[in-house]
């Protein structure tokens, strides 16, 4: 069975590898970031995508993802936990 908060820290990493990965200059157009970051998919319907600080792009595509793995995990405990 698998720890609580599994796919929560899982999650995690994939949102910090994705800001690693944007901080090191690999995603020079911004396309990975852009594409796999569900907050960043929002701001050009508020403001311009240049106007955005680095630090709270990474900041909220971490904590999105962890949000997502969060939601994952109450599925996969409720499921593991109901009977039939």
Request: glycine share 4%; charged share 10%; with cysteine.
């Amino acid at each position: 069975m698998l720890k609580p908060f599994t796919f929560t820290v899982i999650f995690a990493v994939i949102g910090l590898l994705l800001c690693f990965v944007h901080y090191q200059g690999w995603d020079p157009k911004n396309i990975i970031l852009f594409s796999f970051s569900v907050p960043l998919w929002f701001i050009p319907l508020f403001t311009s995508s240049r106007n955005i600080n680095p630090a709270a792009a990474y900041l909220l595509t971490v904590a999105s993802w962890a949000v997502i793995g969060y939601i994952v995990d109450r599925f996969v405990y409720r499921r593991g936990s109901s009977t039939y």
